[in-house]
């Protein structure tokens, strides 16, 4: 397809520590069309977010690298790119929303000053023009009154109105690319359900790519087109949100839709899926999934599963699928 | 829903009045009486030619331990008494001042450069170059001042300079220490990350976003260490290696009534009440500037 903006391909990102090499991601692969929602969904430490931060390339160094794959946006590859041409990239191109707005804004400075810091790395703009720049970049993400607020310091606000800011500034250069961590987990339900419309909208002005990351599969549901479920390190399952829920074909995506609860159904316990996830230090030879999976066969414990398309957009790594 | 919002002509907001009325006047003394004493101080050191009623050098052997004014003995000639060579103690005192502030302010004007350039650069960078910056901040840390400060004064010899050098070559290092440590708190904090992601340089994100993190313990540092240099230069200026004689400073005219304790006391009284007053002076103000200066406290 033509309209493809980022392109990952068989990206490997490791820790090197005292006790040895933690396998963060490995192998993972996906695209992300231009103008869309792409959700990566699954349980903590799964590698969701160190995805996120490689393909900014702001990994924690110099304990965690990259050490295999190509991220390429829009053409180029940012893994061969300088740090110094990567920094231009960051903010302009690709942006981020952390995970805790309560943390992600300097105390010492006010939100107008931190919304401009982007506009004025990267566009140059003269102070009078940052600061239309920052109140339009405020009104995108729908904060009353900008003009005042510009002047408020994080602690003035509100934890909703702080993660607006922290949105602000993630759009405030109009990225093409939006990497969102888990920017709802620390909003309550009201709150993120407007969180969300928002974030709609903005795509709809705006036409940007966003990578959702989330392990919440009702924002999930709302929010994205497509999703990729990892598990352990890799991706196991690829497909449209729609086909995800009708048909989740991995036993882990089947599993995880279960243990959502439902308010339609009367089960006495929530699903939960037994063990615990392998550890990333040493991993099993065959399907990561293998140990807590129903399905379970001689081969799974042997060999990893390939990843097979088994429809359009629908991709599933399991010898469970043929 | 305007209405909630202040005023956008209104540049004072309507402060929440949670501490009662003395609290606030207590609070505003805090800042208003050190910073009177500092400033009369300072201007007493500019204007020390103009205030002082004698020469504080000259020797006048026949009114050597001349009580002060109020006491039986004492004159108007000599407000404050004279010394064992029977100098004016108020004439020194006020000299005195221009010598013991302007070393200590100097002196902690290099030493907190110093220290917190090297200390963000050593909590920012990380990897090599903090342990190679921290390694020579403890090699500094663990070397006798004194020894030092002697063998500068030998190589240049005693004087101004080679105070202010001496107390500045190893001074820097709790700077580097405290502000190292702010700093790698505050690299790992969120807002960084967040200044990262927008495509901020490294040296951007050290000054722009570190530095003003760092000011508050800075600052607190800075304040006590003021009375901490008074002291140091005293004792450098007792050893003979700090201010040569007759120049006066407050440590050296404490260390020259010392002999004489039991019998003219204020000698050493007068110019040790100078130095508490400063340093009181210095940390109440540094209190109270660190409250002012951190936004969270600051509707307080």
Known sequence: MSDILLQVENLCTSFFTRAGEFKAIDGVSFYVREGETFGLVGESACGKTVTGLSILRLLPEPAGRIIGGKIILDGTNLIELSKKEMRAYRGKMISMILQDPMTSLNPVYTVGNQIGESVRLHQGLRDDMVEDEVISALRLLRIPAPEIRIRDYPFQMSGGMRQRVVGSIAMSCRPRLLIADEPTTALDATIQAQYIALFKDIQKQTDVAIIFITHDFGVIAQMCHRVAVMYAGKIVETAATSTIFKAPKHPYTAALINSVPHLDRKDDRLYSIEGQPPSLLNLPPGCRFAPRCHDVQEVCHQQQPPTVEISDGHSVSCWGVK | ?300
């Open chain 2, 1 to 300: 829903m305007l209405s909630i919002m202040p005023n956008i002509e209104d540049k004072t907001r309507p402060k929440i009045s949670g501490l009662s009325r003395r609290a606030h006047i207590m609070r505003s003394l805090t800042c208003i009486v050190p910073l009177t004493i500092l400033s009369l101080l300072v201007l007493t050191a500019i204007f020390a030619p103009w205030l002082a009623p004698h020469d504080p050098i000259k020797v006048s052997m026949t009114e050597r331990r001349l009580p002060p004014v109020f006491m039986e003995g004492g004159s108007t000639k000599y407000i404050l008494g004279t010394d064992h060579l029977g100098r004016d103690v108020l004439s020194r005192a006020i000299y005195g001042a221009r010598i013991s502030l302007s070393v200590s302010l100097l002196v902690i004007a290099i030493t907190a450069s110093v220290g917190t350039i090297l200390g963000i650069a050593a909590g920012y960078i990380g990897g090599r170059t903090e342990a190679f910056l921290m390694r020579f901040t403890d090699i500094s840390m663990s070397f006798p001042p004194l020894v030092l400060a002697m063998l500068l004064s030998v190589i240049l010899g005693p004087g101004y300079i080679t105070v202010v050098l001496a107390l500045s070559v190893l001074g820097w290092a709790p700077y580097a220490r405290l502000i190292r440590g702010e700093a790698l708190r505050i690299r790992n904090s969120d807002f960084v990350s967040q200044a990262r992601v927008s495509g901020a340089s490294p040296m951007r994100i050290m000054i722009k976003h570190i530095f003003p993190n760092v000011i508050n313990p800075l600052i607190i540092v800075m304040t006590m260490a003021v009375g901490f240099m008074i002291l140091a230069e005293a004792g450098l200026s007792f050893l003979g290696i700090g201010i040569p004689p007759p120049d006066p400073s407050w440590g050296s005219m404490v260390a020259d009534g010392r002999g004489d304790i039991d019998r003219a006391w204020w000698i050493t009284t007068f110019p040790g009440i100078l130095i508490g007053m400063v340093v009181m002076s210095g940390n109440f103000f540094g209190d109270w500037l660190r409250d002012k200066m951190d936004p969270r406290l600051r509707q307080l």
